[in-house]
């Protein structure tokens, strides 16, 4: 009898080991996963030329946390050395710039914005003049509408996000960037120590006495 609890303890210390082996080993992927994420915090940005007009987008990161703020950059500069007027726009500063957010070509989030219109007025730029708009996008479905009391959180995945002028006349030149919104790390954490642990409940028989979680 003494053997056989001598047999069952080694078995259960046995269990414990392997456990914490895979343990370390999800611990240590999750670590991988997410430095290597990490290591590619720098902005996401892109550029078009048309008619020597810089056309700029930038976001303050490629890779984001679920949750975290998005940092928007619209910019258009004159690469001449000659005035250029690219059309009209509202006169209000605050409205010369949209942003949207797109997924699998789908729209679910613009810039809000909203002014009086009190006129028109040229966008005008003069030699080597840059101008830019900027924003936040917070990780929020907009839903299609204005209201924001509909909104909801956006999941983990690729998102496009894409500035340009909000011209009333004239050509618009939309510029693109791509985000990737990862789960934040302690959502795979609890992801990893639950498939473990459905692992475990599976292939553990019934007459053991396996691992008890306290
Ligand atoms: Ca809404």
Known sequence: MAA????EGSKTNGRIKIILKKLACICISILFMTVSAKATLVDSNSFIVVDNIEYYMQTNKSVYDLGENVEMLYRVTNLGDEDVTLGSVVSDSLA????RIMQDGIQIWSYPYLSVVLGFTAFHLGPYESKEGQTIWNMMNDNGTLP???????????????????LISGERVPVSVSIEIIPEP????????GVLLLKRR??????LSCLRWK
């Open 186 to 193: 302690a959502t795979i954490l609890l992801l990893g120590l």
């Open 4 to 7: 056989l609890v001598r047999n």
């Open 202 to 207: 599976r292939f553990c028989p019934p007459t």
């Open 96 to 99: 010369y710039y949209e942003f």
């Open 148 to 166: 924001t009391d509909d909104d909801f959180p956006v999941n983990p995945g690729i998102y496009d996000v894409i500035g340009e002028l909000d």
